[in-house]
């Protein structure tokens, strides 16, 4: 089975500050890779998806941005955090029989002051 | 615009009651309907519905689907004091992408 992982679990940044946010995936090759952002006491909003090395689609416009530069490496990122870009952040992986299951990572949980 | 929408939002029962959470979605293609419960991290699966009116079980959790009406019910009998979580739902759309839409989830506190 999958094993995602993410670091760091928390992470306390100043506004203006970059960011880099990590996901690796074990137990599968040829993911498709997700980003999702979960507000307080909201459900899951995709930021991004990746069907393969260097593939990046956007769902939403914002100031975050996503690089997948191995197959299993899946980094969020900001040059310039705001408070808006608090949350908790999820990185999920899925194969590509696109109506299965996605198997999510643990989470990291940013707040921006 | 794809959607998924859950009902209740929030849920305070004792324990051994039943409940019934609900999902409806407006989705172009559907392709599958996802259960997931959330405790305090990630989302762990639960249970996976394409087809129509086959029940999905496991234990006190049952699940169900009605592509006709564009709905779902997530029944859990005998409620635990472990069962207390956020439950959501998700819904695969058209395209190879494999994205889920979530609804808002339904969090669910279950009182000794």
């Known amino acids: 089975s999958q094993t995602i992982h993410q670091w760091p679990a928390t992470l306390v940044q100043p506004v203006g500050s970059p960011l880099s946010l990590e996901c690796t995936v074990e137990g599968t090759s040829n993911p498709n890779l997700y980003w999702y952002r979960q507000a307080a006491g909201r459900g899951l909003q995709l930021l991004f998806y990746?069907?393969?090395?260097?593939?990046i689609s956007s769902e939403v416009p914002q100031n975050l941005s996503a690089s997948r530069p191995q197959d299993r490496q899946f980094i969020l990122s900001s040059k310039k955090l705001l408070l808006s870009d608090s949350g908790f952040y999820l990185c999920?992986?899925?194969?590509?029989?696109?109506?299965?299951?996605?198997?999510f990572g643990p989470g990291t949980r940013l707040t921006v002051l | 615009e794809d959607k998924v929408v859950q009902s209740p939002l929030s849920l305070v029962v004792h324990e051994g009651d039943t409940v019934t959470l609900n999902c409806s979605y407006e989705v172009t293609n559907f392709r599958s309907l996802l259960w997931y419960k959330q405790e305090k991290k990630a989302p762990t699966f639960l249970f996976m519905l394409t087809s129509s009116g086959i029940e999905k079980k496991s234990g006190r959790l049952s699940s169900i689907l009605d592509k006709k009406e564009l709905f779902s019910i997530l029944n859990i009998t005998a409620t635990q004091t472990g069962d207390s979580a956020v439950y959501l739902c998700?819904?695969?759309?058209?395209?190879?992408?494999?994205?889920?839409?979530f609804g808002q989830g339904t969090t669910l506190q279950v009182k000794p």
């Open positions: 999920a992986s899925g194969d590509h029989r696109s109506y299965n299951e996605q198997f």
């Open positions: 998700a819904v695969h759309g058209s395209g190879n992408t494999g994205k889920l839409i």
């Open positions: 990746s069907v393969g090395i260097g593939q």
